[in-house]
């Protein structure tokens, strides 16, 4: 990329972010009890393309890829055995991986895992450019094509068009309905996927906002373009202590650092696309019709005060969004100790969701 192209897209980007803040297991198994029925975890692979369908402006290669996740939930849906039963996909921010949802230690922190106690099946998704799925170039993939995966990923689970990466003895599971949670950047991306295609059943967004943005948002999106003009990946946080500070307030101690551990640099591609994701979210989000659930931390230094009420007043053509805000929470909400409340709330709205348990 010429250097005038790569100082015109970390203008794009820094532009739109400042206009903002002036004017978001593959083969192993693991199994526990859960009052009768049994949780387990299975390596699932999708066939995708890395491609662009959205209205943001990114290039992406356009190449077939294998991308691997993980299903986690009670054992006859996760081994097709339930008939057609929601599916929850858990997309993950910038920096982090689809680790965040699956901290195991301690357990408690687990999202998936919580959630599947409780009946629920998820779809822990690590995107295109991080861990297992990585890239050879960072500049490969945008985030115009990180919603447009996710798209697939959706239609694939509708479909039952993917296959599960060890010898399970079953085919995988279909979905009746799905239920996209994002968190930071990973809800950005499920925002433009729903306001794209129209063909999710809800969101559970985390620790996103299309316009309230702080400066150290602002600071930290800016440092990341500037290493883009000249590299493939960004550090999410220029230092390991910057890295926490972005994600919690409240996390215990050996949370945050397992979290530091296992910190991804995230995508050039996905930070030149930035700024153009958060214009194209400012004319699409109001298109919207799944119900919504915003959920917020009231110490989150990526995020103003108010980020709630405002990014709610953003769904205008939503069946029904519903704000919560934790009092003491950074930005990463299920990994901080409000998590066990933070779940509570996802699994209230998620019985009034098409599919929904009682």
């Keep these: 990329m ?50 662009n369908d959205t209205h943001l402006l990114c290039l992406p290669d356009g190449d077939d890829y294998v991308v691997e996740a993980r299903l986690i939930g009670p054992r006859d849906e996760v081994l097709g055995r339930a008939g057609s039963r929601r599916i929850n996909v858990l997309v993950h921010d910038a920096g982090t991986g689809g680790w965040f949802w699956g901290m195991d230690s301690p357990r408690r922190y687990d999202y998936a ?134 994600l919690f307030a409240s996390a215990p101690a050996r949370v945050q650092r397992q979290a530091a551990r296992q910190r991804n640099d995230v995508p050039c591609g996905d930070v030149l696309s930035l700024g153009a994701m958060v214009t194209s979210l400012t004319l699409g989000t109001g298109d919207i019709e799944a119900p919504a659930l915003l959920l917020f931390g009231d110490q989150d230094v990526r995020t103003r005060a108010g980020a709630a009420e405002r990014q709610a007043d953003r769904f205008r053509s939503s069946e029904a969004v519903r704000t919560r805000t934790f009092s003491g929470a950074g930005s990463a909400l299920p990994l901080e100790r409000s998590a066990p409340r933070v779940r509570r709330e996802v699994l209230s709205f998620l019985t009034t969701t098409r599919g929904g348990r009682d």
Excluded at 8 to 36: I, N
């Design 2 to 51: 010429r250097p005038t192209l790569r100082t015109l897209l970390v203008g794009l980007l820094v532009g739109a972010l400042s206009g903002a803040v002036v004017g978001a297991l593959a083969g192993q198994a693991a199994a526990d009890g859960t009052g009768g029925s049994t949780v387990i975890s299975r390596g699932v692979a999708f066939d995708l393309v890395n491609t």
């Design 113 to 246: 895992r919580q959630l599947a106690r409780r009946g629920e099946t998820s779809l822990v998704l690590t995107r295109l450019g991080y861990d297992e799925n990585g890239l050879g170039s960072g500049r490969d993939t945008c985030l115009g094509a990180q919603a447009t995966m996710l798209h697939q990923v959706v239609q694939h689970l509708k479909s039952g068009s993917y296959r599960f990466t060890g010898d399970v003895g079953t085919t995988t599971p279909h979905a009746g309905h799905v239920v996209v949670h994002g968190h930071g950047v990973g809800a950005a991306v499920a925002q433009l996927e729903a306001s794209t295609f129209d063909d999710v059943e809800g969101l559970v967004l985390m620790s996103w906002t299309d316009t309230q943005f702080t400066s150290r948002a602002v600071a930290e999106a800016t440092r990341q373009g500037t290493t883009c003009l000249s590299a493939d990946y960004a550090s999410f946080g220029e230092t390991r202590a910057d890295y926490r500070d972005l």
